[in-house]
């Protein structure tokens, strides 16, 4: 990971901005060139001190300009 920018915040602390530029992983927690955050035990994180696991609820095709639908 790399420093992108630090922002001061209202509350006296700083946003840290940064940019991942290699992630390291078995090839088992590979899907289809995703990442296959359940298979790889990780933990997502809410405010400060609430941990979860993750479970894939579902997948969509990607968005595409020209494939916007006419609401």
Known sequence: MSFVEAIDLPNGTKLVIGEVE???????DLNA????????RSV?????????ELRKIAQHPFARVDEIPDF
């Open 22 to 28: 290699h992630v390291i992983l078995p090839d088992i």
């Open 33 to 40: 060139g995703d990442i296959d955050l359940e298979m790889s």
């Open 44 to 52: 997502g994180i809410s405010g400060l001190n609430s941990y979860y």
